[in-house]
């Protein structure tokens, strides 16, 4: 079982920032590649970004260049590093943890939501 418990999100205007956290058990980061998914109202889950076991990272196409995700292993916590919001990117901000060789076992945080209006 991975515990992930998520902070940051909130309300921001259009081309602000907000940094979310996300803390997961302790050596979780070994076998658990762990990232963030969003979800909006009437809308599809979106896979937003995450740091894999062996350090890599990924980013969904739209928020490549504008989010950066993180990992602090002292901390047992990764970082989303979100700037340059735009209203689309209004949703709630969900955190997993995903092991590595076994796709079917994943964990999901409590979701967090992060609203960019003007």
């Known amino acids: 079982q991975v515990q992930l418990v998520e902070s940051g999100g909130g309300f921001v205007q259009p081309g602000g920032s907000l940094r979310l956290s996300c803390t997961v058990s302790?050596?979780?980061?070994?076998?658990?590649?762990v990232g963030w998914y969003r979800q909006a109202p009437g809308k599809e889950r979106e896979r937003v970004a995450a740091?894999?076991?062996?350090?890599?990272?990924n980013y969904g196409d739209s928020v490549q260049g504008r989010f950066t995700i993180t990992r602090e292993y002292a901390k047992n916590t990764v970082y989303l590093q979100m700037n340059s919001l735009l209203p689309e990117d209004t949703a709630v901000y969900y955190c997993y943890a995903r092991h590595v060789h076994n796709y079917n076992i994943i964990y999901w945080g409590q979701g967090t939501q992060v609203t960019v209006s003007s």
């Open positions: 302790e050596n979780a980061f070994r076998t658990f590649n």
């Open positions: 740091v894999l076991v062996s350090g890599r990272t």
